[in-house]
């Protein structure tokens, strides 16, 4: 029987443009280390590149240690002094971008009736965020971090989506089946990668992302009030 629901954040529980919220994330921080040294656009292709070992992570550090060991490789380590004024971007300018996502009442109403079943929830958002960063979008979307046991962000990871070990590694930490557990997400790549897990997929359709044309027809899928049926039928089963 369903006892845990994994829930991606950015597109499904937070509503978003990615391309749109990605843009507006890297002006703002291209403008605050600007007076720091780095160049606009090189720093924000340093950034794509620090993203993309992240994902490329095998678990032989955390995602925290891939992105800064590449960082420091492009700029060298005397830039480590500069993280705090990163760290500080998140606390502060980052939370400009909040204008450039929407919100869904229903997400947290969505959340909250699922808790109310007894469920478990867990917070699988790409860890490619430092933790201060992922509890500001939880919020964002009008839930709380205590509403998850568990959130993933890139201090407390050591894999990425679409790698199912991001998945595995879940399940063994809170020592959970994928059969006992739905992931919900918007993009048709990354979350459903849980189902190499053995875990069932329930795609959110409302901001969805399918950049490679597959065919969703076989995945359950529709909005909010969908999901919620599908949950409540997964618990009678």
Same mark, same amino acid.
């Given at each position: 029987?369903?006892?845990?629901?994994?829930? @991606?954040?950015?597109?499904?529980?937070?509503?978003?443009?990615?391309?749109?919220?990605?843009?507006?994330?890297?002006?703002?921080?291209?403008?605050?280390?600007?007076?720091? *040294?780095?160049?606009?656009?090189?720093?924000?292709?340093?950034?794509?590149?620090?993203?993309?070992?992240?994902?490329?992570?095998?678990?032989?550090?955390?995602?925290?240690?891939?992105?800064?060991?590449?960082?420091?490789?492009?700029?060298?380590?005397?830039?480590?002094? #500069?993280?705090?004024?990163? #760290?500080?971007?998140?606390?502060?300018?980052?939370?400009?971008?909040? !204008?450039?996502? *929407?919100? /869904?009442?229903?997400?947290?109403?969505?959340?909250?009736?699922?808790?109310?079943?007894?469920?478990?929830?867990?917070?699988?958002?790409?860890? =490619?965020?430092?933790?201060?960063?992922?509890?500001?979008? =939880?919020?964002?979307?009008?839930?709380?971090?205590? @509403?998850? &046991?568990?959130?993933?962000?890139?201090?407390?990871?050591?894999?990425?989506?679409?790698?199912?070990?991001?998945?595995? !590694?879940?399940? #063994?930490?809170?020592?959970?089946? !994928?059969?006992?557990?739905?992931?919900?997400?918007? #993009?048709?790549?990354?979350?459903? !990668?849980?189902?190499?897990? *053995?875990?069932? &997929?329930?795609?959110?359709?409302?901001?969805?992302? /399918?950049?490679?044309?597959?065919?969703?027809?076989?995945?359950?899928?529709?909005?909010?009030?969908?999901?919620?049926?599908?949950?409540?039928?997964?618990?009678?089963?």
């Amino acid at each position: 029987m369903l006892s845990t629901v994994f829930f @991606d954040l950015d597109g499904t529980l937070l509503p978003m443009d990615q391309d749109a919220f990605t843009k507006d994330y890297f002006k703002r921080l291209a403008g605050k280390l600007a007076p720091l *040294g780095y160049e606009p656009e090189r720093l924000v292709k340093s950034v794509w590149a620090g993203t993309a070992a992240m994902v490329k992570n095998n678990g032989e550090r955390t995602n925290e240690e891939a992105f800064w060991q590449y960082f420091l490789g492009l700029y060298g380590e005397a830039c480590r002094k #500069d993280k705090p004024v990163f #760290d500080e971007f998140y606390e502060k300018e980052f939370q400009g971008a909040k !204008a450039s996502c *929407g919100f /869904n009442p229903q997400a947290a109403q969505t959340v909250e009736a699922m808790k109310a079943m007894g469920l478990r929830l867990v917070l699988a958002t790409n860890p =490619i965020f430092p933790a201060v960063a992922t509890e500001s979008r =939880i919020r964002w979307a009008g839930l709380r971090p205590e @509403d998850f &046991v568990l959130y993933t962000t890139y201090e407390n990871s050591r894999f990425c989506k679409p790698n199912p070990a991001y998945y595995q !590694a879940l399940l #063994d930490q809170l020592g959970l089946a !994928a059969e006992e557990c739905l992931m919900v997400g918007n #993009d048709a790549e990354e979350d459903t !990668a849980a189902q190499e897990t *053995g875990m069932p &997929v329930f795609l959110l359709t409302d901001c969805l992302i /399918n950049r490679k044309g597959r065919d969703l027809s076989p995945y359950p899928q529709g909005g909010f009030s969908q999901l919620l049926e599908f949950v409540k039928a997964s618990r009678q089963g």
